[in-house]
């Protein structure tokens, strides 16, 4: 097995890419989808259930668990893959958006941001050197710069402010992590909607050198439209040779758009979410399965899907079971949606290697347009 991060790129249609990223701890087939697993676990999944639906890599949360257990506490149990038993990649983020987010009694300097914990109010200090030792701590595989995430609408004023703080704590955090073989840091492109700001960034990443780049600062309140806009030029700002990562991305469509405009890797807790508040994603769209129309409905959520939510229940039984209040309803939900997604990456990397990625997106869209059938 290989000792070393790499990224070699296979094929492209147009600007959509297909390659694979080698770890110490398996490949990462890109374009990629990444599971969420915030506090450790993906929420109504065990890892191997994970593992199944063809994930390659999982996303864990620097600002949770360095609350809760803390990453010191992670590191004395042998490390984030031992504890939550998942052997392949982990890619951790750095923790700016939560303590942006979630944190209370927020104090930004340029050292970095001092919080009180929204578990119970506890007082910490995240910096980019922070940030870098829990990571190191958890045994992340991709580790993410340290940055500031504005959310949008703000000012051009406050974008840009926000984004050059980020670049100087990406540097910071290029320092403190050092060198580590098998091991990638990733730098984050901010700039919000404005291309020229957007330039800036990734100009100073580049200067800086990482072993993957984020597009950053998107899918924080500016709709699709807009974060097309930007992923129009936003790639291609960024290394050919070098994976790009779009943070907290998403809906389906999203992902599709996203992908035909050069994106490799994205991240969403939508589909784990949407499981447990009895959403599917299918072919056709959304299901709601609270819907008394399934009442009575014995077909799958999706006839073409092999998961064991289609294969072995009813939508009956699956709107029985969630109308219930039992645990097995987010479990198969979830189980279909993170198959779902990750049937759709498939067939975006089967697509992009044939050269025939338009016609995949032309049938991807008019499938949904078609819609849910009506219940037998």
């Known amino acids: ?14 600007t ?7 770890t110490p701890r398996g490949e990462i087939r890109t374009p990629a989808f990444m599971p969420v697993g915030t506090a450790a676990t993906v929420k109504a999944m065990l890892p191997d259930s994970v593992r199944a639906t063809g994930a390659d890599i999982l996303l864990g949360n620097t600002y949770h668990l360095m609350l809760r257990p803390t990453a010191e506490r992670i590191a004395r149990l042998g490390g984030l893959h031992r504890f939550m038993n998942w052997e392949r990649p982990i ?12 944190a209370s009694l927020r104090k930004l300097t340029e050292e970095g941001v001092r919080f009180s914990s929204h578990i119970d109010g506890s007082k910490h200090m ?16 991709i580790v993410m710069a340290f940055d500031e995430c504005p959310a949008l609408p703000a000012t051009d004023a406050e974008v840009a402010r926000a984004m050059r703080l980020s670049m100087r704590w990406a540097q910071r955090s290029r320092d403190a992590f050092g060198d580590r073989p098998g091991h990638a840091l990733f ?3 901010q700039g919000g909607v404005t291309q020229e700001l957007r330039a800036e960034s990734a100009e100073a990443l580049r200067a800086i050198g990482f ?3 984020a597009i950053g600062g998107l899918a924080v309140g500016e709709g699709q439209e807009a974060m097309f806009g930007v992923l129009d030029y936003a790639p291609g700002m960024l290394p050919d040779d070098k994976p790009r990562y779009l943070m907290g991305v998403g809906k389906p469509d999203d992902i599709v758009g996203a992908v035909q405009r050069g994106v490799d890797m994205m991240d969403c807790v939508l589909p784990s979410r949407s499981g447990r508040t009895g959403q599917a994603w299918t072919r056709a769209g959304q299901v709601n399965i609270k819907n008394a129309r399934h009442m009575d409905d014995p077909r799958p959520l999706d006839e073409a899907c092999t998961c064991p939510a289609c294969r072995s229940y009813s939508r009956a039984y699956l709107h029985h079971v969630f109308r219930a209040g039992e645990i097995i309803a987010s479990m198969l939900l979830t189980w279909h949606n993170l198959h779902y997604y990750q049937e759709l990456m498939q067939g975006l990397r089967e697509a992009i290697a044939a050269g025939t990625l338009d016609r995949f997106v032309t049938d991807f869209h008019a499938a ?9």
């Open 1 to 14: 097995m290989t000792q070393r991060f790499a990224f070699t790129l296979h094929a492209t249609d147009g």
């Open 368 to 376: 949904r347009a078609e819609g849910d059938i009506a219940p037998l």
């Open 187 to 189: 730098g984050i492109q």
């Open 91 to 102: 890619l951790t983020d750095s923790g700016g958006f939560q303590v942006m987010s979630l």
């Open 211 to 213: 072993d993957g780049y």
């Open 126 to 141: 995240l910096s980019p050197e922070r940030s870098m030792e829990i990571q190191r701590l958890l045994g992340s595989d």
């Open 16 to 22: 959509a890419r297909t390659g694979t990223i080698q």
